[in-house]
Structures are given as C-alpha cells and as structure tokens.
C-alpha cells in the first residue's frame, strides 16, 4: 500500500479509500491510485482489512451429517450447496462448506464462528439432539436454518404438513383405503411434520395409519416397505416422506410382486429428478429446494432489522405421475 501510494502521490489513507470502494474520493486522484494498483500488481491483504472492517466476506454452511450421507446419492445437498456457493458469489461472498456430525466437529465449528472467521451460518439437516442451533443463536452472528429448527432461530422451511396431506388426499381421491407411511427420522423437523401432515389427512378421512420409520435414504425405504407389507399385507397405497425412500419401497414392492400402481400406489416427497425415471414414475410433492436455498441466502445476508420476517414458509405442489 506504501508503494501504491507512492506512485500516485496520494496518502496512504487515500490508496485505502479507494480499494475499499469509497465514493468520497476525486475521480481523477481515483483514476491514479487505480493504475498505481494495476502497475504494481497490489493485493489487498484480506487478513488485515477483516481487523479493519470486522467482515470476513465469508458464510458458513453447516451440515450435520456425515460425508458419506452428504456425497451420497441424495441430490438435496449438493443442490443447496450449488445453490448457496452461487447466490453468494454474486453477493460478494464465499461459502465454508462444513461437515459437523460427531461432537468433536460440532466444537470445532463453535469455535471457528465463535472466533469471527465467517459474517454468518446457514445450517442444513439439523437433528434434534444437534446443541449447533442452540450454540450459534447465542452468538453474536446471524444465522438462520434451511428447515424449521428445534430451538428459536430465524429460518427457511416448505409447507411439510401440507405437502403431506394432499399427498395423502390425492391417495384417497383415487380410491385407496389402506394408506401406509414410510415416515422419515423423527428426530428431525421435516420427518415429523411429514408424518403430522400424513395422519392429519387419514384422521380427517376416518382411516387407520399404518407407519414405518426411514432415514431419508433409499435402503431404509425398501427396509420399511418390506416390514409394511409383512404387518399388513393387504395395504394399497403408501406415502414416502422423501423421494428416495419411495424409489427403495419401488424395489420392494416389484420384488415382493406388487404392481404400482394397480396393486399398491406409491407417493414420494421432493420431486428430485429420478423421481421422473422411475418405473413407474413417481408421483410425488415438489420441494421447492432452490427457492429455499435462495431465500435462505437473502436472509442471512439481511440485518435483522431490515427483514420483513425471520420465517418464511414456501408451498409445495402435488406432481402427478403413474405410480399413484
């Protein structure tokens, strides 16, 4: 910078104006401290400017689940993750992609936000056991969640519940009466507000619910499936809290000799791009994975006091396809 000053003649100060994109300086005095800086090959020091400016220009983006879930055949991560790396390369920022699923790496994340080392934390697939929601709502940065959270923090979620219901709905239009859900892990809010959603629907109907529980993953929907189908043979429809547990009770339910639809129809939640390349098809509710990834991103980067809610709840819609 000493340099740079030199060379256009300008105070220290002044170079520090101008690579720091204030207006309050001549064009002309601008204009030389610019080719100063392209002459010279000046780097602002990032380290030194963050002392100054208390900004890191860096966001976090926690994910609680191991590696191989989260570079496993399940599109929602490395969509957000897409999706946020994007949204804030055009704001100026950097996303920190970090992996927090055993407790010594839940610290280690305490620690580097605690540090200032990022302006902000976007959390993804928090379970309800995760003490990172609890921890970071104590901070003093912003942070909001892709899901509705367990504790009090500002966040981007889809209508779960009702995305469930007029799944469950779409089934009993259609004339099935024995409704099963694979329900996804019910330590997570998406799990349990799919499984609210699919017995609000069967209460409202007046019929039994028939539940196994999933992990998300599409083993444990052909796991489920198999112990549906041994509980209750005669059972004509099931809705899969997500896309790739339905694909697992697709296997299932071919291996076991059950057509979809005419002998069990088959509901999915997510709507991710397999589900078009099932056989059948797959029915299914969009979740609108983008938007709530976007949306995320603008709300972590809005002061708190300028934003119109600290909650927003995007739609979902019914996808009609073969399988149901």
């Keep these: 910078m000493e340099a740079v000053a030199a060379r256009a003649r300008v105070s220290r100060a002044t170079v520090s104006r101008v690579v720091n994109g204030r207006t309050t300086v001549d064009p002309e005095i601008r204009d030389a401290v610019l080719r100063a800086v392209a002459e010279l090959g000046y780097v602002p020091n990032s380290a030194a400017r963050s002392l100054v400016t208390r900004q890191t220009d860096s966001i976090a983006l926690v994910v609680s689940e191991p590696p191989t879930r989260v570079f496993s055949d399940d599109p929602l991560f490395s969509l957000v993750v897409r999706t946020v790396s994007s949204e804030l390369e055009a704001a100026g920022k950097q996303a920190v992609l970090m992996l927090a699923s055993s407790p010594q790496a839940q610290a280690r ?64 239009g259609v004339g099935r009466r024995r409704i099963a859900a694979i329900a996804g892990p019910q330590d997570m809010t998406a799990g349990q507000d799919r499984l609210t959603g699919y017995r609000d629907a069967l209460r409202s109907a007046d019929r039994r ?10 083993a444990s929907g052909a796991t489920a499936m198999r112990h549906l189908l041994e509980d209750d043979p005669g059972l004509d429809a099931v809705f899969a809290a997500n896309d790739l ?16 639809p005419d002998d069990v129809a088959v509901v999915g939640f997510d709507d991710i791009e397999a589900a078009s390349f099932t056989d059948p098809p797959l029915t299914t509710v969009r979740h609108p994975v ?35």
């Design 109 to 172: 994340v305490e620690d580097y936000v605690s540090g200032g080392h990022v302006d902000g934390v976007m959390l993804l697939s928090m379970h309800g056991a995760d003490p990172l929601p609890g921890a970071v709502a104590r901070m003093d940065v912003p942070a909001v969640s892709y899901g509705r959270p367990a504790v009090d923090l500002p966040h981007v979620d889809n209508d779960n519940v009702g995305g469930a219901e007029q799944a469950v709905r779409h089934l009993s």
């Design 209 to 218: 619910a028939i539940v196994a529980v999933g992990d998300f993953t599409r």
């Design 245 to 260: 547990m339905a694909i697992g009770a697709l296997q299932t339910l071919r291996r076991a000799g059950r057509r979809v």
């Design 290 to 324: 983008v938007e709530q990834a976007t949306a995320m991103v603008g709300l972590v980067l809005t002061p708190p006091e300028e934003r119109e809610s600290d909650r927003v709840v995007l739609p979902t819609e019914l996808v009609v396809r073969e399988s149901a």
